[in-house]
């Protein structure tokens, strides 16, 4: 539990410190969410109940995508900038 709270530690202070570049924040966020699914984890093999191990299948599906629709956004931002300065 305690490599979990310090994952999660480190997340936040990723985000916090990196304010400025999106594709850090969005690192950090998947980090602070993979410290929580392997809280669930640990949580659920110690009270031998596989719905926590289930529940974090779903939240490494959810992060994939988070992560992915984040950084097809930012890639579309940075490709309409790119034509913009170019004329």
């Known amino acids: 539990m ?3 709270l310090l994952l999660f530690l480190i997340g936040i202070l ?3 410190i990196n304010r400025k570049n999106i594709i ?3 690192i950090s966020i998947e980090l602070m969410l993979l410290a ?3 809280l669930i984890l ?3 093999f110690s009270f031998d109940d596989n719905v926590g191990q289930t529940f ?3 939240i490494i599906t959810i992060a994939g995508a988070e992560s992915v629709v984040g950084l097809s956004i930012l890639v579309a931002y940075y490709r309409s ?3 913009l300065n170019e004329y």
């Open 42 to 44: 640990i949580s659920s």
């Open 2 to 4: 305690n490599l979990s």
């Open 24 to 26: 850090l924040m969005i």
């Open 81 to 83: 900038r790119l034509v």
């Open 36 to 38: 929580v699914t392997l």
């Open 56 to 58: 974090s299948v779903y």
């Open 14 to 16: 990723g985000f916090i």
